[in-house]
């Protein structure tokens, strides 16, 4: 029925003010009415190029580059990676080489693997590249370094000689990342003039003399610390998307437990659903608030390295590439599992989930394989630990470390699963478990005469305890955002059972990591198991109300079963209609090739 809420009685059940709710998902009273007054970013924005120019153009270059591009005069790509060199950038093998007669630097793709590959716009739109090369004067390789290129006339968007360009093909799945052009790219000895050089951070001279910055180099991979950051929110949206589908469409679906004539029972009653749904629920509510601190930290960041105080960038690095690692993973994971909560019906198109996950996938891959981000966090971890013998405190982020033998000593004094609610008692056993599988990462390091070797063959290792410290990170900022000032009634106490259930459910899921480090016993590890069933069953009656906390919309949801008012039925038989298979009763090509077959005289009595 058109204009019923079906889910009326769900949102009755509410115990917490779901309008306050609202805008502490959204970060603010003020951050909620602007998003209730506009339309959602579209994901795929095609200004990523802007930000690389601010971060790597000198004041001139940008004065002379960012109008053209903000007023999409015109359209840029961020071209890095190649056919054979995506992870390691180093790697790469375009070259730029300065020509000092003419003062130009001239492109090249040397090799096939040298082949610009996957870059967004690049294939069909982009006027422009930000590209990548290798800078070479006078025969000396000075690394890579970012070139403007143009690629396309102003005039009749040809490519311009020497440049061929095409898209790189069909990608996963049938949806919307297809309509994204990642491209491919030759420089055939293309020539640009010197100042097209993004030079904020190293210049070459009319002379040909290289002027090395004297800021730190990783400071031209700042596009993608900026990236990743905003790819941290991204997934809070992503699986939060997810999760409303899902969660709204569990307390729809019924199946068994009809006793004389009673409904059956919601599938979200059963244990097995909550055990699966709410910790998903409670993760969307974690990324997001961890993202929120990652964003503040990334503004702090920009402060200090205007004033020259490049102290956090490390930390900065190793908390934009971990969180982008852990929090893609749980998202793109999450998708897929809230599309199995959904039973067949989310394998449909139009439950919005299937779409969803083709175009979120690449997250887990792009500005970032999730694994070769975590060995990064790994090696700042190994480094922070290296650096405790001469006395550095860490802190911030790793703060924890300065504290390992005293972490090294934790056991956790856990008596009852009420216990586990305490969100220092979470804490301490998180960071004892983090302290616990880096120092035991660095012990084995220490074995090995050749570090990189070490690093090579402890890899696994190094990936999980980097994982520890990201999750500790995660957790540590939902308590810290419960450390604040939060109105509304039952508002704050919603958000501790979501907390405690982030939490325990990693504990749960983790459990031989806190065992074999010994930081809990078997019988802990039980009540933590104990605790997190009965939050579920707290959950329970505000699970609709905390995913109407998202504020969706259902044109942003585009999914039938994913609804606000519940009406899913009528609904997904309606969209079914719209399949074109079903505008004739007759299917093409029955007539040519099935009739035949059917009309074929039987033989004995059979075909
Ligand atoms: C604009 C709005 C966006 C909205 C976003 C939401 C939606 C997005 C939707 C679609 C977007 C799709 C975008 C996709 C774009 C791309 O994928 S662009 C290509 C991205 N490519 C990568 O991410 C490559 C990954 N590889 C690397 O980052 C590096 O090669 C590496 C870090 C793995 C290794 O670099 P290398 O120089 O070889 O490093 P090391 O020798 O290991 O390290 C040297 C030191 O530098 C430190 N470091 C490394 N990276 C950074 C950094 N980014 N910032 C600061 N510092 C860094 C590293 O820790 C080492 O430090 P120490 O010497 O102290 O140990
Ligand atoms: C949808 C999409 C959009 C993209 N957009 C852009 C763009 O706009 N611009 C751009 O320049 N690029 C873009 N890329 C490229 C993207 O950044 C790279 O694909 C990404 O950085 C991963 O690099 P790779 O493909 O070389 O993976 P590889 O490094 O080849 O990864 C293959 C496997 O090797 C493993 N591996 C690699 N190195 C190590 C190591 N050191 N230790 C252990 N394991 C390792 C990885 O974990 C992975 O399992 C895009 C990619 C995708 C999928």
Redesign the pocket.
């Known amino acids: 029925m058109e204009g019923v809420d079906h889910l009326a009685h769900e949102r009755n059940k509410a115990q917490f003010d779901v309008a306050v709710m609202k805008a502490v998902w959204a970060g603010s009273r003020d951050a909620y009415e602007l998003f209730h007054r506009f339309s959602r970013l579209v994901a795929n924005d095609p200004e990523?190029f802007i930000p690389a120019i601010k971060a790597q153009a000198t004041e001139e270059q940008q004065k002379q580059w960012l109008p053209l591009a903000n007023k999409m005069k015109i359209i840029g790509?961020?071209?890095?990676?190649e056919l054979g060199?995506?992870?390691n950038v180093r790697g790469l093998e375009t070259t730029a080489t300065f020509d000092p007669k003419t003062d130009e630097f001239v492109l090249n793709s040397p090799t096939l693997t040298a082949t610009k590959w996957?870059?967004?716009g690049l294939g069909k739109i982009a006027t422009h590249a930000l590209a990548h090369a290798r800078l070479i004067i006078d025969d000396k390789d000075y690394g890579v370094h970012g070139f403007l290129v143009q690629l396309r006339s102003l005039d009749d968007h040809l490519t311009l000689p020497g440049i061929t360009i095409g898209d790189i093909g069909m990608?996963y799945g049938s949806g919307a990342?297809n309509t994204m052009d990642?491209g491919s790219l030759i420089f055939d000895h293309v020539r640009i003039p010197r100042n097209q050089m993004l030079m904020r951070l190293s210049q070459v001279t009319r002379e040909g003399k290289y002027v090395p910055s004297n800021v730190p180099r990783q400071l031209s991979y700042g596009t993608m610390v900026y990236v990743r950051q905003k790819i941290v929110f991204d997934a809070s949206i992503a699986l939060s998307r997810a999760v409303c589908i899902s969660t709204r469409y569990s307390a729809v679906r019924r199946q068994f437990g009809s006793h004389n004539g009673s409904p059956e029972t919601q599938v979200i009653d059963y244990k097995t659903q909550q055990a699966r749904l709410f910790p998903l629920l409670a993760s969307a509510y974690a990324i997001r608030f961890v993202s929120e601190w990652l964003n503040s930290f990334y503004k702090d960041l920009l402060q200090r390295l205007e004033a020259k105080d490049f102290s956090t960038l490390p930390e900065a690095h190793a908390c934009t590439a971990g969180l982008k690692s852990i929090t893609t993973s749980v998202a793109a994971d999450g998708i897929e599992e809230c599309r199995k909560l959904c039973g067949g019906h989310g394998y449909l198109t139009s439950s919005g989930l299937p779409e969803l996950s083709a175009v979120y996938i690449?997250a887990c891959?792009?500005?970032?394989?999730n694994?070769?981000m975590l060995?990064q966090v790994a090696r700042y971890l190994m480094k922070t630990i290296s650096q405790l013998k001469s006395g550095n405190k860490p802190v911030g982020t790793t703060a924890y470390l300065g504290r390992a033998e005293q972490l090294m000593q934790y056991h956790s004094d856990v008596l009852r699963a009420e216990d586990w609610l305490k969100p220092n008692v979470v804490v301490e056993a998180f960071e004892a478990r983090a302290a616990r599988m880096s120092m035991a990462c660095a012990q084995n390091l220490s074995k090995f005469n050749n570090p990189e070797d070490g690093f090579q063959e402890l890899?696994a290792d190094l990936v999980e305890a980097a994982t520890a410290h990201c999750q500790l990170i995660i957790v540590s900022k939902f308590i810290e955002k419960l450390q604040q000032d939060i109105p509304g009634k039952g508002v704050k106490e919603q958000l501790g059972v979501l907390r405690s259930i982030y939490a325990l459910f990693l504990l749960h899921k983790h459990i031989g990591d806190f065992l074999s480090t010994d930081c809990i016993t078997p019988k802990q590890g039980y009540l933590a198991n104990e605790q997190l069933r009965s939050l579920y069953s707290q959950v329970r009656p505000n699970a609709i109300a905390l995913v109407d906390a998202f504020n969706y919309t259902d044109h942003f949801l585009s999914s039938v079963l994913g609804r606000y008012d519940g009406n899913v039925y009528p609904k997904l038989y309606e969209e079914a209609w719209k399949d074109p298979l079903n505008d004739t009763s007759i299917p093409d090509g029955f007539h040519e090739y099935v009739q035949p077959m059917l009309k074929q005289p039987l033989h004995h009595g059979r075909l």
């Open positions: 990523m790509s961020y071209t890095q990676t060199h995506g992870s996957w870059p967004g990608k990342y990642n690449p891959t792009y500005e970032g394989d694994v070769v060995l890899s």
